[in-house]
Nanobody
Framework: QVQLVESGGGLVQPGGSLRLSCTAS????????MGWYRQAPGKQRERLAT???????NYADSVKGRFTISRDNAKNTVNLQMNSLRPEDTDVYYC???????????????WGQGIQVTVSS
């Protein structure tokens, strides 16, 4: 089984920056696409950015030009550099990874536990 562990959240002033990191750990697996999402209580989960194993990226309009997703395949880690943060960016952020067991031809979606990001003066 695979676990995703997030780090790097916290409190930042408007206009500031934070970097989130997420590492997948376990045995006998391959990580395909990874991504970052956020979700407010009672609202739909929003996809912010994804990055494929070949490093192709996609971004939501709400974060284009401000957030940058990257990955380190050797460490099974995905990062989200968040710049020019706004109060409306305040939310719980979730790491996601599509994981394929080494001996299989299918993949499953795994999720981190979520990490709080608060943007406030």
């Amino acid at each position: 089984q695979v676990q995703l562990v997030e780090s790097g959240g916290g409190l930042v002033q408007p206009g500031g920056s934070l970097r989130l990191s997420c590492t997948a750990s376990g045995r006998s697996f391959v990580v395909n696409t990874m991504g970052w999402y956020r979700q407010a209580p009672g609202k739909q989960r929003e996809r912010l950015a994804t990055i494929a194993s070949n490093s192709n990226t996609n971004y939501a309009d709400s974060v284009k030009g401000r957030f940058t997703i990257s990955r380190d395949n050797a460490k099974n880690t995905v990062n989200l550099q968040m710049n020019s943060l706004r109060p409306e960016d305040t939310d719980v952020y979730y790491c996601q990874a599509d994981v394929r067991p080494t001996r299989e031809n299918w993949a499953s979606a795994y999720w981190g536990q979520g990490i709080q990001v608060t943007v406030s003066s």
